[in-house]
C-alpha cells in the first residue's frame, strides 16, 4: 500500500511510504468519491438495432475529465 503525508508546516508532500495493506477510513464527503461519480456521469452508451454497445460522445467526456484539472 503506497501512503504520502501531507504536512504543511514541513515543506506539504512527505516521503512516499510503502507499507503492508491495513484498513483505513475515507469520509463520504470526501472530494475524490464525488469527483471520480461526476466524471462518468456524462459517458452514456445505447444498444444498437444489432445488438452492438456503442458509447455516446465519449470523446466529450474524456476531454471533460482532461480539461478539469486545469
Not at 500500500?1 to 507499507?19: A, C, F, H, V
Not at 503492508?20 to 445505447?46: D, H, Q, R, V, W
Request: proline share 6%.
Amino acid at each position: 500500500m503506497l501512503e504520502i503525508n501531507y504536512d504543511r508546516e514541513n515543506g506539504g508532500w512527505q516521503r512516499p511510504m510503502i507499507i503492508p495493506n491495513a484498513p483505513f477510513e475515507l469520509m463520504p464527503e470526501n472530494a475524490t468519491l464525488n469527483y471520480s461519480i461526476e466524471c462518468f456521469e456524462g459517458a452514456k452508451a445505447f444498444k444498437t438495432i444489432d445488438r452492438r454497445v456503442m458509447g455516446y460522445r465519449i470523446d466529450r467526456n474524456f476531454r471533460r475529465m482532461n480539461q478539469s484539472h486545469l
